[in-house]
């Protein structure tokens, strides 16, 4: 169990275009979602907390306008980045908190973003 | 502020045992976890430790001491595959982690 799947895995794109980057709980439903940046031989790097049916929780110097998240249901969240650019190329990475436990997220597999 | 210490690299042979270290300081505490990353891909959940002691799991234990602040991750019998970013995460108060930079762990034959 435990599964976090994120579409897709990689992807290029023009300076300027929005990319749209899913996130799903494949066998159990996640009220809550994260969504983390990390740039090459760094740590991750938390960008903001979804929660199923609200507004998601950014962190500080995360522009919410820039990086899209919606939590429509309990097993999937976006992040649409908008207008990218080559300074937004890095892997994203979703995680879902298990319902219950410790409080563990399970990660999702990554997205490599490059922006030409 | 919330800071969480562990070293940035460690070599250690094929077979043999490593321990990676990892300090914190965090508003409240509701656990500790340590994640295990290859390169180009996404974390996998290890361990969790939430009371003193230590949690053994395989080949892999782990050890909170919560008056100390501190935390370890203890692994045996070191195989190939073991080489890659150890990474500790605490739970603070608010229930969100707080995470390390990362130990980059290489094992040679």
């Known amino acids: 169990g435990a599964v976090v799947s994120q579409h897709p895995s990689w992807v290029i794109c023009k300076s300027g275009t929005s990319v749209k980057i899913e996130c799903r709980s494949l066998?159990?439903?996640?009220?809550?979602m994260f969504w983390y940046r990390q740039f090459p031989k760094q740590s991750l790097m938390l960008m903001a907390t979804?929660?199923?049916?609200?507004?998601?929780?950014?962190e500080q110097g995360v522009e919410k306008d820039k990086f899209l998240i919606n939590h429509a249901s309990l097993t999937l969240s976006t992040l649409t980045v908008t207008s990218a650019h080559p300074e937004d190329s890095s892997f994203y990475i979703c995680?879902?908190?298990?319902?219950?436990?410790?409080?563990?997220?399970?990660f999702g597999p990554g997205t490599r973003l490059t922006v030409l | 502020g919330q800071n969480i210490d562990q070293p940035t690299e460690m070599t250690a042979t094929e077979g043999a045992i490593v321990q990676i270290n990892c300090t914190y300081q965090?508003?409240?505490?509701?656990?500790l976890f340590w994640y295990q990353q290859h390169a180009g891909e996404a974390p996998t959940f290890l361990s969790y430790?939430?009371l003193d002691g230590l949690e053994e799991k395989g080949r892999f234990s782990s050890f909170l001491s919560r008056s100390k602040g501190y935390s370890y991750l203890l692994l045996k019998e070191l195989q190939m595959k073991d080489s890659a970013s150890y990474l500790c995460?605490?739970?603070?108060?608010?229930?969100?982690?707080?995470w390390g930079a990362g130990t980059k762990l290489i094992i040679k034959p």
């Open positions: 995680s879902a908190r298990w319902p219950g436990g410790y409080n563990e997220q399970f």
């Open positions: 066998d159990f439903q996640a009220t809550t």
């Open positions: 979804s929660n199923e049916g609200s507004k998601a929780t950014y």
């Open positions: 965090t508003s409240g505490f509701n656990g």
């Open positions: 430790n939430v």
């Open positions: 995460a605490a739970l603070d108060s608010n229930y969100q982690l707080i």
